[in-house]
């Protein structure tokens, strides 16, 4: 028998989560009509709370109009429309007694052509990522090298997207730090290459991150979480280490901890793969360098790969496990033999296909 760590409660500020288990955020492109997803996308969410996840993640929703925007679909919060259309999804997570989370997300420089009302693009500094986009096949647009205006614009479409959130119910928003997107962005230096107080020095890569911060707790109420996502990969050029060293990384995971912040979410591609060419892994070095309650996911698909996960970390997401398999939880609990699913399988995502 598996210890029972994995479903045990744990305490996350003012909430007692059921177990130490989440669905990840995952990105549907299901919004085609005023940036409101579909219903079968929100009801899945729903499902997932009824089967038992402690935590759910919505999808990464796009924080402005002009240029926040990364793939056709995405979902917004600002308007009473969206807030609530957002409000019973929330309020039915709840009464299955789990807590739901808002992903706020800026594409920065790795936009679509055109799928932004305004069909802008901005980044940190004039920089494309090296590949083209996945999946148009074309060359990612020059972004423009974003203005103090910018900056503040941006900031502000973070403030705008969590008080939607806050006032459909969410019990906590999430700043998506990773992946290569726009905060992501100026953390790094392979896209940051900044000659103001935003560039150079690792405090002036992060104090775009702060601003960002700082702004969002100040309309997101003590008893709702706010948590920071963050990785060393990003979506495009995904070989390239996002950090260029341990001590880089860690540096930037102290600054976090600094902030009015609930916890970190560290996503990998794999947990268990060693990183900056240390003998630890991701939620290792993370650890080191923080006290704060860390979520770890990547590559986590059976009861052993999650027992293994939460040595390192106190909560475990899934995307894509949890989004092809509706009884995933239980079947972790049943310590049921599970299959890891390829990246290709979770494309269903992407399809009007109603997911179970
Ligand atoms: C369909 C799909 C959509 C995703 N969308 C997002 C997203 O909106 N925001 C985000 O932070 N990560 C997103 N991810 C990444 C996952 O949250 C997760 O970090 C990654 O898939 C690794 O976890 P896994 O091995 O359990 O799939 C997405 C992944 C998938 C499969």
Same mark, same amino acid.
């Given at each position: 028998m598996s210890n029972d760590i994995l479903f045990s409660p744990f305490q996350l500020k003012n909430f007692t989560l059921k177990n130490r288990i989440g669905v990840a955020p995952m990105t549907r492109?299901?919004?085609?009509?005023?940036?409101v997803p579909r219903q079968d996308v929100l009801d899945f969410l729903v499902r997932r709370a009824e089967n038992n996840s402690a935590i759910v993640y919505t999808e990464a929703i796009v924080t402005d109009y002009e240029s926040a925007q990364g793939y056709p679909g995405q979902a917004r919060i600002t308007t009473q429309r969206q807030i609530e259309t957002w409000k019973p999804v929330v309020r039915a997570i709840q009464q299955h007694g789990s807590i739901a989370i808002l992903q706020m997300f800026h594409c920065g420089r790795m936009a679509w052509p055109g799928v932004n009302p305004a069909n802008r693009t901005i980044g940190p500094s004039t920089l494309t990522p090296k590949q083209d986009n996945p999946l148009t096949g074309a060359p990612y647009p020059v972004p423009d090298e974003m203005s103090r205006f910018d900056i503040e614009h941006v900031v502000n479409g973070f403030v705008e997207t969590a008080k939607g959130a806050v006032a459909a119910g969410f019990d906590g928003i999430e700043i998506h730090g990773a992946h290569g997107y726009l905060i992501n962005q100026f953390l790094s230096s392979y896209c940051n290459q900044r000659t103001d107080s935003y560039g150079g020095s690792v405090e002036n890569r992060y104090r775009f991150a702060h601003e960002i911060i700082q702004a969002v707790r100040l309309v997101v109420p003590e008893d709702r979480l706010i948590t920071f996502r963050i990785s060393n990969w990003g979506v495009a050029d995904m070989e390239v280490s996002l950090y260029s060293s341990k001590e880089e990384y860690q540096q930037i995971v102290r600054l976090l901890s600094e902030e009015p912040l609930d916890a970190i979410s560290v996503s990998t591609y794999d947990f268990s793969q060693k990183a900056f060419?240390? *003998?630890?892994n991701m939620a290792q070095l993370t650890r080191e360098a923080t006290d704060l309650p860390i979520m770890i996911c990547g590559q986590i698909y059976d009861r052993a790969s999650a027992d293994k996960a939460l040595e390192d970390a106190d909560i475990i997401l899934s995307a894509k496990s949890i989004l092809l398999n509706p009884n995933w939880v239980a079947d972790l609990q049943a310590e049921k033999p599970m299959k890891k699913y390829a990246? *290709?399988?979770?494309?269903?995502?992407?399809?009007?296909t109603p997911l179970s």
């Open positions: 492109m299901s919004s085609v009509v005023d940036s060419g240390t *003998e630890k990246s *290709e399988e979770a494309n269903i995502a992407y399809t009007e």
